[in-house]
Each structure stands twice: as C-alpha cells, then as structure tokens.
C-alpha cells in the first residue's frame, strides 16, 4: 500500500487530490493535513511515502514546514503544489529539498506523472523549470538578489509587496511587529534599499507578488 500525505489549508482542494490519486494509481490510500503542524505530527507518528504540500498556509508557512519536514525525514519525498509561478518559488523549495514542484493549474495527468516520479525515487519539475535552472548552472554572478534571502524574509517580502501591514503580516506568519520589522530592515540591507516603495516596485519587477 503507498500511502500520500496531502497538506492543504482548504479541504476542497484535499478532497479532490484524493480523488485523483486514488482513481489514478493502484493501492494508494491518503491522509490529510490541514496546516504546517499537523503535517509534521504526521510525519512523525506514521509511515508516508510521498508528501503533496502546499506552499502558502495559515501559521507556519509551506516553506519552513518543507524544512522541518526534512529534518525530520530526510529521504521522504515532498511534492510542493503551488498556485505560485516557477518564477517565485521553484528553485527555492527544491534548494529547500522538494523532490518536486508544480502548479496548482496543471493538468491531473501531470499531477500523476510526477507522482509516479517520486515515488520511483525520481525528481520532478516542469520543462521550462528545468531550462532555468539549467541556465543557472551557467551563471556566476546573475542570481536575482533576493535569492539571498532567507525563506522567512523571503515570505515578509512577498506580503510588503502585496500591501499587507507590519501588523497583517504578524497575524498571519505568527510573529511579533517587532520580528516582522527586524525582517524588513534586514530584506531592505540586503536588497540595498531603504524604502518600503522601492521593495514593492523591485518584487512587481521581479514578479514575486501574484
């Protein structure tokens, strides 16, 4: 039996994982987690051979929890499911240790096919990821400036951009304002700027916000 982990903060979205995988690949059973925590008291309580997780949760973020699920379970395959373009977030969680990334529009019998990939031990990313990362194999000093960013300053940047307040983003990373701004100053010295509407005009460029 294989059992698949589906992590989502919407049920909807879980049900119809679970349909697809059952109906499509023979002796798959799934669990379901609603958030970060519950998918690492998962992980750490059962047996999974495949972890389908979501990026963008309440609470603990789809990245750290990518982190602590590989902390804890090295060699488990997680497969991120993103309504994010490659753009914002490929290279990032698999330098984080996703076997794979895709997104959320993608058809169901490519949802499959990269299943199937994990689960043999595989890897899984898009042809077009596969192209940039390719290209960025062949590059010394061309790396866009905010993959210096840690992952956590990477999220706050990505809400600044988005207009969310100091305050917002507290709430909904479950941190401080004084965590949060601590964040903002260091994404500022390390962009090399020192206004909050030059981070929101470097992300529309850069594409980092939706």
């Not at 990477?154 to 600044?160: A, G, H, T, W």
């Not at 964040?183 to 005009?201: F, G, P, Q, S, V």
Request: glycine share 8%.
């Amino acid at each position: 039996m294989i059992r698949i982990l589906i992590v989502d903060d919407h049920p909807v979205v879980r049900n119809g994982l679970k349909e697809i995988l059952v109906r499509e690949l023979e002796g798959v059973t799934c669990g379901e987690a609603g958030d970060g925590s519950q998918a690492l008291d998962e992980v750490q309580s059962q047996r999974w051979e495949l972890v389908i997780l979501d990026i963008t949760m309440p609470g603990q973020s789809g990245l750290s929890t990518l982190v602590e699920l590989k902390r804890i379970q090295p060699r488990l395959p997680v497969l991120v499911l993103s309504v994010h373009s490659e753009d914002q977030y490929g290279k990032r969680v698999l330098k984080a240790g996703a076997s794979g990334y895709m997104n959320k529009e993608s058809a169901p019998e490519e949802l499959i096919k990269a299943v199937r990939k994990l689960l043999a031990g595989g890897r899984y990313v898009s042809s077009a990821l596969a192209e940039k990362l390719a290209l960025a194999l062949g590059e010394d000093s061309g790396a866009p400036h905010h993959e210096a960013l840690s992952d956590r300053e990477f999220e706050v940047l990505r809400r600044i951009a988005s207009g969310r307040t100091v305050s917002q983003i507290a709430e909904e990373l479950h941190l401080s304002g004084t965590t949060v701004s601590t964040y903002r100053t260091r994404i500022l010295e390390k962009l090399n700027m020192t206004t909050t509407a030059e981070l929101m005009r470097y992300a529309m460029l850069n594409q980092l916000v939706d």
